[in-house]
């Protein structure tokens, strides 16, 4: 497979894509060679992306990365192929950049990390040419994950701090929120305690100056779930197994099915760490149920592989066997 055709895909081939696409009416068809790109085609794309994100947070990554594939090529392809106003230009990059986004999140999820990183940087582009500097700041504070993930946490510091001093002064508390999470995760994964501490702290007290502005589309997902599940995984890194544990267990029980699954494992190890073996088999089973059912993701299924090798001194256990003998029976996930 070509990681980059999303990019280049033209012709008839994108005529293809829109035939395919189940949503598509015939005026897609039709932008595709060349007529016009109304609002109302905008405004189908705008709910069609609503909707990917939102079966992305139940099901995960790896079931929907070839719909946000298909969805990517027809958005490029009207804005190569079809004619529009330069407002409806405007919105059709901005769609650009959070299916990218999307994609290549779900490249991530699914475990395609290389492929992810494309996706990202086809995403910073688009977002650059539609001109949404803070949707561009949040891109690059989620690029910088690959970054600490391969062992560079010191990149990945460099790449926030490059995000908050670019992002606009008109930012929303929110947006800096997330940006200033980013950030402490950075600063704990490169052995900073004391200022990730501090940027975990300014997290949340920009997200309680939200208030009720709206957050932007691509970020809407954002709340109490995501900090709590910072807040753990520094704290854990510290040895402050205890605050670790409850902060793990509010943003599991606050979180999509998707994210559940994955913050499952990271809960049980903690667990285990704080000498909980129940508990912690409790909260690897709670992952392995959402496995076994719609949940698909290569990175909930690695995290729990991990706690495995952690159960090591309790293989003995029947407990303990059992949760190993489903880990080992849940499908392969396919590449």
């Not at 705008?46 to 929907?64: I, K, N, P």
Request: charged share 25%; aromatic share 6%; proline share 3%.
């Amino acid at each position: 497979m070509d990681r980059r055709g999303f990019l280049t895909v033209t012709g008839t081939a994108m005529a293809a894509v829109a035939a395919s696409w189940a949503a598509a009416p015939e005026a897609f068809a039709q932008a595709l060679g060349g007529d016009r790109v109304t609002d109302r085609m905008a405004d189908t794309l705008e709910a069609r992306v609503a909707t990917l994100r939102t079966l992305d947070d139940q099901l995960g990554g790896a079931r929907l990365l070839e719909q946000a594939r298909a969805d990517l090529s027809l958005i490029t392809g009207l804005l190569q192929h079809g004619s529009c106003t330069d407002a409806v230009a405007a919105r059709l990059y901005g769609l650009a950049a959070e299916v990218s986004y999307l994609a290549g999140w779900m490249a991530y999820d699914s475990g395609l990390r290389s492929a992810g990183q494309l996706y990202y940087v086809g995403a910073l582009r688009a977002a650059r040419t539609a001109g949404n500097s803070v949707l561009g700041a949040f891109l690059l504070a989620e690029m910088g994950v690959h970054l600490s993930e391969g062992g560079r946490s010191a990149e990945r510091v460099g790449l926030v701090e490059t995000a908050l001093r670019n992002a606009p002064g008109d930012t929303s508390p929110g947006v800096r929120s997330y940006l200033e999470l980013h950030h402490a995760e950075s600063l704990s994964r490169d052995n900073l305690p004391a200022q990730a501490g501090a940027a975990l702290n300014r997290a949340f007290d920009l997200w309680e100056r939200q208030g009720a502005e709206e957050m932007p589309t691509w970020l809407a997902w954002y709340g109490e779930a995501q900090l709590r599940s910072t807040e753990g995984k520094i704290m854990l890194r510290s040895g402050q197994v205890d605050r670790a544990t409850d902060a793990l267990a509010a943003s599991v029980d606050r979180a999509v099915p998707r994210d559940q699954a994955v913050r499952s494992g990271r809960l049980a190890t903690a667990r285990l760490a704080g000498k909980d073996l129940d508990g912690a088999l409790d909260a690897a089973n709670r992952g392995l149920g959402l496995l076994e059912g719609k949940v698909q993701s290569a990175r909930a299924v690695d995290r729990l592989k991990k706690f495995e090798g952690y159960l090591r001194p309790h293989y003995a256990e029947p407990a303990v066997g059992a949760f190993r003998e489903r880990l080992r029976s849940l499908p392969v996930l396919a590449a």
